[in-house]
């Protein structure tokens, strides 16, 4: 299974026609099965101190996202938009929190595939870097073509879809690379 991770807890993010789009075209063209987790859909709660760092008190609704999503999943794409020159603190914590109760069921030797989102000009380079650093350390193989998109306000229509053509081609050809990976 392909797992599709939508880094930010953002409602209305302006990367999230961006997801869409990876999304259906992961579905269309893998052959595998591809899931969606929108990190926005994960109530706070899910992520309680006093149980997340110790695995056989992780809350319910951590254990059914990892069960569904990270246990089955063989490679992972994490959409990361850029927070302050990094990735969101909230796909920190996801990452965190799911490397408690089996981080190599969870991460290891899992191929993963870092597409950078940002309003700004560089698309999330640095953040990209800082992901790299932590999927490595969980043992993960990261895809060295990464892909950063700058001014994503720019790249979506009124409908909210992902409407630039130039970035949809950048984007399948990198997927389509990853498929084979």
């Known amino acids: 299974m392909i797992l599709i991770v939508h880094g930010t807890n953002r ?15 992961l579905n269309e063209t893998s052959g595998e099965e591809v899931e969606s987790l929108d990190l926005a859909e994960i109530p706070i709660e899910a992520f309680d101190s006093e149980s997340m760092y110790q695995a056989d008190r992780h809350s319910s609704r951590l254990m059914d996202i990892q069960n569904r999503y990270v246990f089955p999943a063989s490679k992972m794409v994490f959409i990361s938009q850029e927070y ?19 981080s190599k069921k969870a991460f290891y030797h899992k191929k993963a595939l870092l597409i950078g989102v940002a309003s700004g000009r560089a698309g999330n380079l640095r953040g990209m870097e800082h992901l790299t650093g932590i999927l490595m350390y969980l043992n993960m193989i990261v ?39």
Do not use: M, W
């Open 11 to 25: 409602r209305g993010s302006l990367s999230k026609p961006l997801t869409d789009f990876v999304t259906k075209y």
């Open 84 to 102: 302050n020159g990094s990735i969101p603190g909230i796909l920190k914590l996801f990452i965190d929190a799911c490397s408690v109760a089996d």
């Open 143 to 181: 895809y060295p073509n990464r892909l950063p998109v700058s001014r994503i306000e720019h790249l979506i229509d009124e409908q909210s879809i992902l409407a630039d053509q130039d970035t949809r081609n950048a984007i399948t050809r990198l997927l389509d690379q990853f498929i084979r990976f």
